[in-house]
Every structure is written in structure tokens, then in C-alpha cells.
């Protein structure tokens, strides 16, 4: 059986090595998404809608900010989570989260199983 205890302030399947590389990458992820943001605004397209050359180029644009603002408070409840001792457990059966998955998204929130069940729900 695996063990799904947290050992100190971080979770049993995480080394200290590991969490430090995830807070770095989760650090990146966060400084990016905040200058993909600025930008964003800062385009004379986003004051003005009637400056971009078609409706669709303004509705692109609110998507990219759209979803730059998602993944940015991903990116922040993640790192919340680990300054609370929280991270790497699912937020529904409160197993831990897998190694690799959190390698490749970092701000995962749910067990490999759990995140299937919730995208078989939709």
C-alpha cells in the first residue's frame, strides 16, 4: 500500500529536492503568465476593441487573457498549497497526487484517477 501520509511540510512521495524544483517551476509559471497578462493589456487592441482588424483577433485575445488568468490562479493556489503544507494531495479522495504527474503540471490538484472521473463527468 502507498503511503499518503505528509512527513513534516511535505507529502511522503515528494523528496525535499523535488518540492524545491516544483516551487521553482511553479515560480516561473506565475512571472510568465503575469507578463503574458501585462501584455495583454497593454495592447492598444485591449482598451479598444474597434482597433483590432476583426472581431475574431478581439475574441482571441480575450481567450489568451482568459486563460492566462486561469492558469495563473492555478499557479498560485499550487503554491498556497505548498506553503501550507497541503501540496501534492487530491483535493477529492485526498490521496497523493502522482510524482509525475505534478512534474509535468505542477498545479494539479487531483490524482490521475480522480481528474479522469471529473473530465468523465463533463
Not at 54 to 60: D, F, G, N, R, T
Amino acid at each position: 500500500m502507498v503511503n499518503h501520509q505528509i512527513i513534516g511540510d511535505r507529502p511522503a512521495h515528494l523528496s525535499p529536492e523535488d518540492l524545491a524544483a516544483l516551487w521553482e517551476n511553479l515560480r516561473e509559471q506565475r512571472l510568465f503568465r503575469q507578463e503574458q497578462l501585462r501584455q495583454i493589456a497593454a495592447a492598444p487592441h485591449a482598451a479598444d476593441p474597434r482597433l483590432c482588424r476583426s472581431a475574431a483577433q478581439a475574441e482571441v485575445q480575450g481567450k489568451l487573457a482568459a486563460s492566462a488568468c486561469m492558469v495563473l490562479a492555478d499557479v498560485e493556489a499550487a503554491l498556497q498549497r505548498i506553503a501550507e503544507g497541503r501540496y501534492g494531495s487530491c483535493h477529492l479522495c485526498r490521496r497523493s497526487v502522482e510524482r509525475g504527474l505534478l512534474m509535468i503540471v505542477p498545479q494539479a490538484r487531483y490524482c490521475a484517477r480522480c481528474q479522469q472521473v471529473r473530465e468523465a463527468g463533463r
